[in-house]
């Protein structure tokens, strides 16, 4: 999936119960005919810039749309493999076979999934450490959403993504 780099007006608030930083903006999907909102919040103090936050949101986004296409059979679990742990992408694999099996049997849902490209709607990520990170993404296939939540470990000075899970 191709994103774009287009991005509306970023907006920082600070929270007034605890201080601690939000990040709100949009993002431009190449697939989306509307700007993707993302929200990012933060559970302990520092900073994370304007364009870490836009980074963030975009990369969330692709990752999510990827999982999903790994789980649809249209994309190789093995293009995922510098942002996913081991164990996430084996068990993207085994959805991914499941899935499959269960849709040899259900032409309707087949077409209703497996040929409509994904398209973010929202994104929603809390930094609960410096280095954990969870993250919500809607996605858009067909009528359908589908909700994506992925968490990021920091793996040196990189995130990994170690859960991937679809619903």
């Known amino acids: 999936m191709t994103t774009q780099t287009q991005v509306q007006p970023l907006h920082m ?4 119960h605890s201080g601690l930083a939000a990040c ?21 103090p520092g900073t994370m810039s304007e364009a870490d936050c836009r980074q963030f949101a ?7 749309c990827m999982s999903l296409d790994v789980v649809r059979g249209r994309t190789p679990p093995q293009s995922l493999q510098q942002a996913l742990s081991g164990p996430c992408i084996q ?18 849902l087949k077409a209703k ?3 409509l490209p994904a398209v973010p ?8 450490s ?8 809607s996605l858009g296939v067909g009528k ?7 968490v990021f470990r920091r793996t040196g000075s990189r995130w990994v993504c170690t859960t991937a899970d679809l619903g």
Do not use: F, K
Request: aromatic share 8%; glycine share 2%; charged share 20%.
């Open 121 to 128: 709607t929202l994104v929603h990520a809390t930094l609960v």
């Open 58 to 64: 975009l990369s969330s986004c692709r990752l999510a």
């Open 144 to 150: 359908t959403t589908y909700w994506v939540t992925l």
């Open 113 to 115: 999934l497996c040929y």
């Open 13 to 16: 608030s600070m929270m007034d």
């Open 91 to 108: 068990r993207l694999e085994t959805m991914s076979y499941l899935l499959e099996n269960h849709l040899r049997t259900h032409q309707d």
């Open 130 to 137: 410096p280095d954990t990170t969870e993250t919500v993404v």
């Open 24 to 44: 709100d903006g949009s993002i431009r999907i190449e697939l989306s005919n509307r700007p993707v909102p993302y929200h990012i919040s933060r559970c302990y």
